[in-house]
């Protein structure tokens, strides 16, 4: 059976989704996260060192897990789109959209005719054929599609954007959105977080879920603030963080 989409299920009736981002290229990396308990995991062809094979075998990875694998691709571009699908993944995470416009490109590029331009060759997401008619029956609607709001022109453009039928989510990106702004590196910034609590309202108006990269206290701030997809860091945020800790802790006991 084609596996359902638990993180769209999830997002719909409002609940809160945790996730990290994947940015190096190993499939254990993917599993021990996934093990962990994430929601989600992103595994990121914008910013991380990982290419087509590489997503599909993480995506394998936490194939046995209850985690959701999606991708954010490098571009809002229809051929690598349809090639990431086609390893499987549940969702992907499209930068840069600014425009209405864009976002019909994004879920246009996901959709199987006619509602979209999607080619048709899901290998692996269709079992690798064993539940290829259910696949190309219900993958319009199965497949996630979260936008990146993080350009001051997006901003601008915001309520045209969650009409396009189709976004599922939207996800912000607080340090390109800061320096669309004018605050290079200081997505802190009071008119920024004014921004960004602008965003998360406007979603809400729109019954879309939104969501953000948080740690710390500011996780349960967020949560409070009513968003729903929330990064927590990528593995090496993690990993750095976990190793800064022990040091921390030995360094206690040593004195």
Not at 51 to 73: D, F, N, Y
Not at 91 to 106: C, F, K, R, S, Y
Not at 147 to 174: S, T
């Amino acid at each position: 059976m084609m596996p359902e989409n638990l993180l769209k299920r999830k997002l719909k009736k409002g609940e809160v989704a945790i996730g990290a981002f994947v940015i190096t290229a190993h499939p254990t990396i993917a599993e021990v996260l996934a093990r962990s308990g994430f929601d989600w995991l992103v595994f990121d062809m914008e910013h991380g060192v990982i290419g087509i094979e590489s997503v599909e075998l993480m995506a394998q990875a936490v194939s046995g897990t209850a985690t959701v694998p999606l991708v954010r691709v490098p571009w809002n571009d229809f051929v690598v789109i349809k090639q990431v699908l086609d390893t499987g993944v549940a969702g992907l995470v499209i930068p840069m959209v600014n425009t209405p416009e864009q976002a019909q490109q994004a879920v246009k590029a996901t959709r199987y005719p006619p509602e979209g331009i999607r080619g048709i060759g899901p290998h692996r997401a269709s079992g690798f054929g064993s539940w290829v008619d259910q696949y190309l029956e219900k993958s319009n609607e199965e497949i996630m599609v979260i936008i990146q709001i993080e350009h001051y022109q997006a901003v601008k453009n915001l309520e045209e954007i969650l009409k396009v039928d189709g976004v599922d989510c939207v996800f912000i990106g607080a340090n390109d959105l800061s320096a669309s702004m004018g605050y290079l590196g200081s997505p802190k910034h009071p008119e920024v977080q004014n921004t960004i609590r602008y965003i998360g309202e406007t979603c809400k108006k729109f019954q879309i879920p939104c969501g953000l990269i948080a740690s710390g206290s500011d996780i349960d701030t967020r949560i409070k603030e009513g968003f729903q997809f929330i990064a927590v860091g990528s593995d090496i945020s993690l990993l750095m963080s976990a190793c800064i800790g022990v040091f921390a802790q030995i360094k206690s006991i040593s004195k």
